[in-house]
């Protein structure tokens, strides 16, 4: 299990190159990269605040707990924060089991939990203007299904 | 003991930390002090239905009791991943 | 969209890290990787045979689909046949979305399709013997979810 | 018409392929002259619940009708993935 919150730029590739290897009862990994989108055209940055030292605890109880019920046999979380452009990467999460139902289950639940669950905070600053995304209601729904 | 601020929490009290010298016995009583000092808590604490807490590092609610709380926390719903 | 059916070692990582490049609403991207597992530490080869000519025809349709019930901005399925070693991979599939939640049941479709829909069986090779690979009810009735 | 076999089929039957002349108008009378001509075809097409058919690389049933199919591939279930 390895967990990095981190404002330097991460290669997706490079991570899922080094994931999981050498388990010869992995039959399956999943990954799940969120990248930095600009549909509209004008963002230019994408600014994401943390909170230091509680930002890792959180996202270590949350892997651990997805480790314990899937039986993972591998698990990565990268998380970055300070100033991302369009099309940076803004995490990471991989996970390796024994068949395709866990490795999918536990990489959506991780996926669920930074979401509403791991201190941090998006601000979207565009040409225009700047600011903080907003919770949605979905994303704290999605959690009363794990 | 140590009071965060973060995001737009942070940006209306215009400080990401301060120290808080209180009696307070859960986070609500801290809140109300707080809001009652001056007129940029009053705004940043306006709406607590959209306001979050962690009691050193752990996220908790505003009911909970601050003895032995070094560290609060005050943040918006968490929008990472 | 890119569709490989290939007896040819893959490499999953180079995969990903030309995937979905330069499209700048992709906002989540999924990737799962099938594994050769040998837990029992007998495995000497995994053999897939498949149906040339279906077998192609029959991932495009379901990749097609996928990409337009979930909007893909990119679409990836990799598949091999020959003879795997234990802990190289079998398959891959990657998925490009706006959101997650359009990443991750477009790529658990397609895995759930490739499974019982795509003209494919496994026989394990091993010191003692040699067995194909049984379908899964379970497999089946993953289909009636979608 | 050309009959394909794969898989355990392919290894009972002892052939991948053949041309067959047959006037059968479905899938499933197709199977019942196989059936019919050797043991080893008996044998593949023993439990036909545990066999697939393709026409035309389409996937299809025992029932289907086999005007102007020129290829038929039976097959177990799928175990891709």
């Given at each position: 299990m390895e967990i990095r919150v981190t404002s330097d730029l991460f290669d997706p590739s490079a991570e899922l190159s080094g994931f999981a290897k050498g388990r010869m009862d992995t039959g399956a990994v999943v990954t799940f990269t969120g990248v930095v989108r600009d549909t509209a055209?004008?963002?230019?940055?994408?600014r994401i605040e943390h909170y230091p030292g509680m930002t890792e605890k959180a996202?270590?109880?949350?892997?651990?707990?997805?480790?314990?019920?899937?039986?993972?046999?591998?698990?990565?979380?990268?998380?970055?924060y300070g100033d991302l452009a369009p099309g940076e990467a803004i995490m990471m999460v991989a996970t390796a089991a024994g068949h395709r139902a866990e490795a999918f289950e536990a990489a959506e639940f991780l996926m669920d939990y930074l979401k509403s669950r791991a201190p941090f905070w998006k601000k979207e600053i565009t040409e225009t203007?700047?600011?903080?995304?907003?919770?949605?209601?979905?994303?704290?729904?999605a959690l009363s299904r794990w | 003991m140590d009071v965060l601020y973060f995001a737009w929490l942070r940006e209306r009290i215009g400080i990401p930390?301060?120290?808080v010298e209180t009696d307070a016995a859960t986070v609500s009583e801290l809140v109300a002090e707080l809001v009652a000092r001056e007129e940029r808590y009053a705004t940043a604490f306006a709406d607590t239905s959209a306001v979050?807490?962690?009691?050193?590092?752990?996220?908790?609610d505003f009911d909970a009791a601050l003895d032995g709380v070094r560290e609060v926390a005050f943040f918006p719903p968490m929008t990472g991943g």
């Open positions: 055209g004008d963002l230019k940055t994408m996202i270590a109880k949350i892997a651990g707990e997805a480790q314990t019920r899937w039986s993972l046999t591998d698990c990565l979380v990268i998380h970055r203007g700047a600011e903080w995304v907003a919770a949605k209601d979905d994303d704290e729904d | 930390k301060e120290t979050r807490v962690a009691l050193d590092q752990e996220l908790s």
